[in-house]
């Protein structure tokens, strides 16, 4: 199903896997698709020895090894990304390239390879972020502890309007929580697009997102399984939730119109209480996951 395609499934948030895709790559979110300016998306899969060209255009985008290693080459610099067995085995390398760049993309033994992008104006250099430089927060408490990989936070990595960081979620934990948004500026909060994109482990593998608004108008819960995309305009998010035996993954992909890159966000004040009860709560020890090392 290409992405002007109609499909049963597919809301104007959710989209599941095979929905949001086209006809050579199988997730492609662009502004214009999503319905606002900034937050794109693209995930490539390499075959074995098959480059792959791409031109960035008016989007800064990084190149993030989702499953196996590959070389992209921007702008005549070439980085040679070490990448991962899977989003689970370990914390990544990347690149970031700029707008109006040329990205070659090649893999001796094939790759899957997420491009999360923003709508920007200031051109900066191609850049390698090595695994080990990338900051590993373990957040929340009991069953609301997670690994947060801020890979592209505004404090850990330079860019224009793009921000990126992946979840990693133990089996049977929520993360996401309390719920939050950032669709407001007003102090304590910004604006920002934002898009999460999920992998689960296991073949049966399912997971839970919700998105719901005050005004009634978004009230979302969906299953979530290996390659799912979901947009969020407006609005609450959260939580994301692991089912028993199966580990969650998502990346989350974030863009918006202020000058200065932030992440800041408000909770949900009816679940305020929660996290502040996470002072009197332990941390999961299954936590941190994964470093640049590999599995824990």
Not at 39 to 63: C, I, K, N
Request: charged fraction near 25%.
């Amino acid at each position: 199903m290409t992405i002007d395609g109609v499909d049963p499934r597919r809301t104007n948030v959710y989209w599941p896997y095979g929905t949001a895709g086209d006809d050579l790559d199988p997730v492609v979110v662009s502004p214009e698709q999503a319905g606002w300016r900034f937050a794109g998306l693209r995930v490539v899969e390499l075959a074995p020895g098959q480059p792959r060209v791409l031109a960035t255009g008016s989007d800064e985008m990084a190149v993030l090894p989702l499953a196996g290693s590959l070389v992209a080459e921007i702008e005549g610099q070439r980085f040679d990304l070490a990448g991962r067995d899977a989003v689970f085995s370990r914390v990544t390398d990347f690149a970031y390239a700029p707008i109006d760049a040329e990205v070659r993309l090649s893999s001796s033994q094939g790759a899957r390879v997420a491009l999360p992008s923003a709508r920007a104006t200031r051109r900066l250099d191609p850049a390698y972020g090595p695994a080990e430089a990338v900051p590993v927060e373990v957040r929340g408490a009991g069953n609301a502890t997670r690994q947060v990989n801020n890979f592209l936070r505004p404090d850990a990595f330079e860019a224009d309007k793009l921000i990126a960081v992946e979840l990693l979620t133990p089996d049977g934990n929520w993360s996401s929580y309390p719920p939050h948004k950032h669709d407001e500026e007003r102090e304590g909060e910004v604006v920002n697009e934002e898009i999460y994109y999920f992998e689960v482990a296991g073949d049966a593998g399912f997971a839970f997102h919700r998105l719901y608004t005050d005004d009634g108008e978004l009230d979302e819960t969906e299953t979530v399984r290996d390659g799912d995309v979901f947009l969020i305009p407006r609005g609450y998010h959260g939580p994301s939730v692991a089912a028993p035996g199966y580990e969650l993954y998502y990346l989350n992909v974030l863009a918006g119109p202020a000058d200065e890159r932030s992440m800041t966000f408000c909770d949900d004040p009816a679940h305020v209480w929660v996290r502040e009860d996470w002072a009197r709560q332990d941390r999961d020890p299954r936590l941190p996951l994964t470093d640049a090392q590999g599995r824990r």
